[in-house]
């Protein structure tokens, strides 16, 4: 230490950050390795909890999704109906949300017509459920789904490390 | 280059300022963590059937005798595998509940004996869940007393939250009804896991039972596909660290899996081989149908379909 103190005592105005250059030059490279190239293309809704799941398809594309959390089941984040409401209906449609589909549905067929894509092709929508949701609310999501030409339902999960 | 060289003169190293370059790196690397996403999220898909509005009202299409037919039936307490219109042996399982309270106390309640277990190995990151005696039964209670309400009101404060549901397997050898089944404590099974949380199968593909039976040097595999490993005394390829291996409840999706995979290889000719149903009752919850459906995955049938159960 001694021998260090009077090395680069006295003169005070270098400080050698090489070292810690080359440190943040790895955590840089590092990072911008592990980034992912695509970016968050979905972002998890709050007070939500999803399942986790060994599933290793990752999201492609988002076009629309569909969240149905403890209180209220929200349709590309607008809230159209109470979960509660869901629970307590016989039916396995759900109007409201019907109805908010098949608008976004007649959007995207214009959108698609006026790009010349295919029209009738089946839309897809990302579902997202909190993991205690019960299979009574997803069956009717699900259904309201398809029934509102939404034919490629797809639940978002925690992707659990593989092995 | 040519006029650096010049004004560097000989024998003088040049005196980079690296301060501005330092201060770009701290503005982005803060930057760049925060966008990292340390949860990778994914989708599962499941596959709808085909039949137009038209149709709707009109009876489904009739059902194959040849074909395989294969479904699974998710209860509350029971996995059950339908083929041929027949069903094996039912999968009774228990339902185990982990919560994480607010005070940030982890622990496992089992609601059918009440009891309460911790994990003493959480601080190292271990699994060594043992039932916790300052629990005097009871219904579902946090560490420090708060009792966990079942349901809650609209817009009230949750006490806990639930972090999984397992479901623990119960054994049937020799039990002729199920209340015999569930009779009996030391019938719920254990099992070894590794440090990704699969189970270890022998070359029978037979559960262990206990981490004694595992020993260095030995060779184990899991319920996937060419998945041998050797068990040493740390990780290496194909081999598994010794003390990364715990033992747990054995999970009822395990055996499950184990089915499934038996009967995908066995019927793997047959024109809806890939083909499953889940059905379920309205109550049980969205992380089970998950669970399952990873572990049709998993065993080979990629056309998941999903059905309601009764009613």
Redesign the interface.
């Known amino acids: 230490m001694p021998r260090k103190a009077r090395k680069y005592g006295g003169g005070g105005d270098?400080l050698n950050?090489?070292s810690?250059?080359d440190a943040?030059?790895i955590?840089?490279v590092f990072?911008?390795k592990?980034?992912?190239a695509e970016?968050?293309l979905?972002t998890?809704a709050d007070n939500l909890?999803?399942?986790s799941?060994?599933?290793?398809?990752?999201?492609q594309e988002v076009l629309l999704t569909v969240v149905v959390d403890n209180?209220h089941v929200l349709v590309d984040n607008t809230p159209v109906i109470e979960t509660d409401l869901v629970v307590q209906q016989d039916s396995l449609f759900i109007a409201p949300m019907v109805e908010a589909l098949q608008a976004k549905r007649e959007e995207e067929k214009m959108a698609a017509l006026a790009s010349g894509g295919d029209a009738d092709s089946k839309g897809s929508v990302?579902v997202q459920?909190?993991?205690?949701?019960?299979?009574?609310v997803?069956?009717k999501t699900?259904a309201s789904c398809?029934?509102s030409g939404y034919?490629?339902?797809?639940?978002?999960?925690?992707?659990?490390?593989?092995? | 280059m040519a006029a650096k060289r010049k004004k560097g003169g000989i024998g003088e190293a040049p005196n980079l300022d690296l301060l501005p370059v330092m201060a770009l790196m701290t503005v982005l690397i803060p930057i760049l963590l925060s966008m990292a996403s340390f949860q990778k999220l994914a989708v599962v898909e499941i596959n709808m059937p085909e039949r137009s509005m038209m149709d709707a009202g009109s009876p489904p299409p009739e059902v194959d005798d040849q074909a395989l037919n294969l479904s699974v039936a998710v209860g509350k307490d029971y996995l059950e595998i339908w083929a041929r219109g027949g069903s094996l042996p039912k999968i009774f399982a228990d339902e185990i509940i982990e919560y994480r309270c607010q005070t940030g106390d982890n622990f496992r309640y089992h609601p059918r004996y009440q009891m309460r277990y911790i994990n003493q190995e959480a601080s190292t990151g271990g699994h060594k869940w043992v039932q916790d005696k300052s629990f005097s039964g009871g219904p579902a209670a946090c560490l420090d007393g708060t009792p966990i309400p079942e349901t809650y009101a609209k817009g009230e404060k949750r006490v806990a939250q639930i972090e999984a549901i397992l479901m623990v397997a119960r054994s049937t050898e020799g039990a002729n009804s199920e209340e015999e089944v569930f009779g009996d404590y030391n019938r719920l099974l254990r099992s070894v896991y590794n440090s990704s949380d699969s189970a270890y199968v022998d070359g029978n593909l037979e559960f262990f039972t206990s981490l004694s039976q595992i020993k260095v040097g030995m060779n184990v595999q899991t319920l996937r596909e060419n998945s041998v490993r050797k068990i040493g005394s740390a990780t290496a390829a194909n081999t598994d660290d010794i003390h990364s291996v715990y033992e747990d409840w054995r999970s009822a999706y395990d055996m499950l899996a184990k089915e499934l995979s038996g009967i995908h290889n066995r019927f793997v000719e047959m024109p809806d081989a890939e083909n499953i149903i889940v059905f379920a009752g309205d109550e049980i919850p969205f992380d089970k149908i998950i669970q399952v459906m990873d572990a049709a995955r998993e065993s080979g049938f990629a056309n998941i379909q999903l059905a309601k159960l009764g009613g």
């Open positions: 270098d950050i090489t810690l250059m943040m030059t955590i840089l990072l911008l592990n980034l992912d970016g968050n979905l998890q909890r999803l399942p799941s060994s599933s290793q398809k990752t999201i209180n990302i459920l909190d993991k205690m949701t019960s299979y009574d997803m069956y699900m398809g029934f034919g490629n339902v797809r639940f978002a999960v925690l992707q659990r490390n593989a092995e």
